[in-house]
């Protein structure tokens, strides 16, 4: 069975580049614009990993990881931050919201493929 992941970020060309990355290792993408769409799809999906990103409308990526960090349900879904935002302060309260990983943009596909099978493989 296909691994299924989830990918949140604001931006349709981000969105875009990562679902093809992704799709063309054989996984399966689910792709939102926000946090509110993510939330509503987590749960009537099998999700297998999540990328977010931080910066998006409706509910942002820090209070998205927060909410299912919260949820006992999907509480152990790995999470990676893929974000513009680098500084030290972003990174270290990300990964305190409960993110596995961390990446910024602009990012290397490969990077982003290998933190995937770190999780799913």
Do not use: H, W
């Not at 691994?3 to 054989?26: E, N, Q």
């Not at 509110?36 to 409308?57: C, G, H, Q, V």
């Not at 990676?80 to 990983?101: F, H, K, P, T, Y």
């Amino acid at each position: 069975m296909k691994r299924v992941i989830l990918v949140a970020d604001d931006s349709p060309t981000i969105r875009k580049f990562v679902s093809v990355a992704l799709t063309v290792k054989g996984y399966d993408i689910i792709a939102c614009s926000d946090g509110m769409e993510a939330l509503e799809k987590i749960p009537n999906n099998r999700i297998d990993l999540l990328i977010t990103d931080l910066n998006m409308p409706n509910i942002d990526g820090y209070q998205l990881i927060l909410s299912i960090r919260n949820n006992v349900e999907f509480k152990e879904l790995p999470i990676i931050v893929l974000s513009s935002l680098g500084g030290n302060d972003d990174i270290q309260r990300g990964l305190e919201c409960g993110a596995n990983s961390y990446l910024i943009k602009p990012f290397d596909p490969k990077r982003v493929l290998y933190e995937v099978s770190k999780y799913l493989n």
